[in-house]
Nanobody, 116 residues
Framework: VQLQASGGGLVQAGGSLRLSCAAS????????MGWYRQAPGKQRELVAK???????NYADSVKGRFTISRDSAKNTVYLQMNSLKPEDTAVYYC???????????WGQGTLVTVSS
């Protein structure tokens, strides 16, 4: 299984970006997909996660600004990021809980830079 993320870039504060992540390979079941991020000098943290049953978790810092969605038919997850702040600057990693063995998979990371 591979996760391919795209959509990062440079944006001014208050702007928007949309990240996409597609899972490919031998996929039997997808329990959850989502996004984590890691800023310089900080630990990786959960941004948003969506479960197959529809439950969604957001980090408190992004609630009301970010929206996660999923196209189950395409095994693709999206993260719409609005009202971006400089503190959102980080490498964003796509995540998937995939397969009957509930194994974690990670994408290659995409850099989001928000200028003030």
């Amino acid at each position: 299984v591979q996760l391919q993320a795209s959509g990062g870039g440079l944006v001014q504060a208050g702007g928007s970006l949309r990240l996409s992540c597609a899972a490919s390979g031998r996929i039997s079941v997808v329990t959850a997909m989502g996004w984590y991020r890691q800023a310089p000098g900080k630990q990786r943290e959960l941004v948003a996660k969506i479960y197959d049953a529809g439950t969604i978790n957001y980090a408190d810092s992004v609630k009301g600004r970010f929206t996660i969605s999923r196209d189950s038919a395409k095994n693709t997850v999206y993260l719409q990021m609005n009202s971006l702040k400089p503190e959102d600057t980080a490498v964003y990693y796509c995540y998937g809980d995939i397969g009957w063995a509930r194994r974690d998979y990670w994408g290659q990371g995409t850099l989001v830079t928000v200028s003030s």
